[in-house]
């Protein structure tokens, strides 16, 4: 009975799996983890109850797995083509954060965790107390990644790789077996020019290593259920599910190694025109059932028909195309409350821009 489990079989497992980073970290309270209390107090959290509840668990891995002494964390490059022109720039077309260009990320990555978590049981000839997170558990992921050796906490809050850039996804796997290597920390080098905190549209990331959710993209077109503040619409630009601009501004490579390209979980993420960048016109024509049958397997389900709607109201607006009236007047009679008034404003904004 082994009373450590091999770190190299592990590793060779996990990439074996498809993940591009694997690195392996001690289960230590996140060595971040004071930020959290202050992010809160400050409403960054922009009203995400579930973030402020039980703060010491999301603090301290011990709490979420009695016994934990190791984490395996895993990072999933993605996302790296570039979008072909003639859709990523067309003003009738709306832009989806890479992240959602494929199925949901949690349903690539758990599942093979889960395996892995296997794998290591079999290979240890006895059961563990395990289990696996990737955004639902309350864990500071960031944090143990960046102790995995993983990458860096960026100014952007982003965990960066120096290899694959800041678009990772991240998962992790907590074991209460000692393994018999970890992996080190690798050094701060995040760039001096700021360029994350400088690109972001709407003035989310006020601060190096503070990200403001209440103005950042992601949660406006994503988490938020209500209306977008009219003085933040303009700033969402055309950006419809999530946004990547504090990552592809990084000046750490945001490639996809060709060694790792053409893999099935890479080929998840390929871009595909329709549900990287929608035509708006044709969003504003869903109904409910139109909008299950579209999305459905896919993240922009999150939105829900009103947020998606609402948002592609506010790109339509900002697009400055007067092509877009037609859609946009019809939206104003959206039996939605909320569709109507972000249609109402797209048109006021369409009529400004075109008195000039
Ligand atoms: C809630 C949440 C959001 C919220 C709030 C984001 C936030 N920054 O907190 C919203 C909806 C806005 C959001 C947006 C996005 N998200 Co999100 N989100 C989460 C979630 C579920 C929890 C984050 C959390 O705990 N926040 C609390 C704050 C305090 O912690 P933190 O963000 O990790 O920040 C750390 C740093 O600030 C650090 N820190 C503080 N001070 C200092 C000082 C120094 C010097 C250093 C080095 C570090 C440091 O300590 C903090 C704690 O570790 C995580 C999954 C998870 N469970 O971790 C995914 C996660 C962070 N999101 C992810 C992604 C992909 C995104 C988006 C890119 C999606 C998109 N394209 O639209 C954006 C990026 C926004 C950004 N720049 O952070 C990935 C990030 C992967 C990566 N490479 O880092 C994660 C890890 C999901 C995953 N499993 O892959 N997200």
Redesign the pocket.
Known sequence: MYTSADSDKIRRQALALGFDLVGLAPARR????D??AP??AGG???G?GW?ARDPET?ADPARLLAGAKSIVCV??AYGAEIPPAQCWDDPLRGRV????WGPD??DL?APRLEELARYIERDLGRPLAWKV??????????????RAGL???????????PVFG???????LLLDVALDRYDEPLP?A?CAASC?TAA?PTG??PE????D?RR????L???NKGAIPEVLRPNLGR?I????E??TSCQWPVVCGSAVEGTPLHAAFRFQPELATPRLEELLALDERGFRERFAGTPLLRAKRRGLLRNAAVALGNSGAAAARPALERAATDPDELIRDHAAWALRRLTAAACG
């Open positions: 996140a060595a971040h983890a930020a959290l992010w809160l960054r959290h922009a995400m973030l999301r990072a999933l954060a890479r992240f959602a990320y949690h990555i997170a990737v955004d639902f558990a309350p864990l500071l992921e960031r944090d143990h990644a960046a990458g860096f906490i960026g100014k952007s809050n982003m965990l960066v790789s800041p678009l990772l996804l991240l998962g992790e701060q995040c994350c972001c989310a990331l190096p290593y503070q990200l959710a950042c993209i992601s949660w077109t994503i988490e950006w599910f999530g946004c990547d504090c990552q």
